[in-house]
């Protein structure tokens, strides 16, 4: 009798035993996967940060030919401008000269 009390308290604790086992064995198969996935998102977050470098110089370069471009409109635009006025005086002047020579000949006339 106190033989079959040991023999079933030992199936018991032999029983737990084989569930702790396979608890841990399911701990250990769950922090494998974990970690798999925390360096398969290490790697994600690292191409990330690269294509987000990327974009910011490319962004900066962007930024600086697009202060180049607007220097050059402002200079075209003040050089249309400067043009502008020099075409305006000379036909000012050729006015003026024709309207001097219609004069002249209307004095002679």
């Known amino acids: 009798m106190l033989k079959e009390v040991h023999q079933d308290e030992l199936g018991r604790m032999s029983e737990d035993l ?3 086992l396979g608890a841990r064995t399911s701990m250990d198969k769950k922090l494998a996967e974990l970690r798999a996935e ?3 998102l290490q790697v994600e977050n690292a191409a990330e ?3 987000r470098e990327c974009l910011e110089t490319e962004k900066l370069a962007l930024e600086r030919d697009n ?3 607007r220097a050059q409109t402002e200079d075209l635009e003040e050089q249309l401008a400067r043009k502008r006025r020099q075409a305006a005086s000379a036909l000012d002047t050729d006015l003026k000269t024709i ?5 002249e000949r209307n004095k002679v006339r």
């Open 18 to 20: 084989e569930d702790e």
């Open 38 to 40: 925390m360096e398969r």
């Open 49 to 51: 940060w690269g294509r």
């Open 67 to 69: 202060k180049k471009l």
């Open 99 to 103: 309207q001097t020579e219609l004069f």
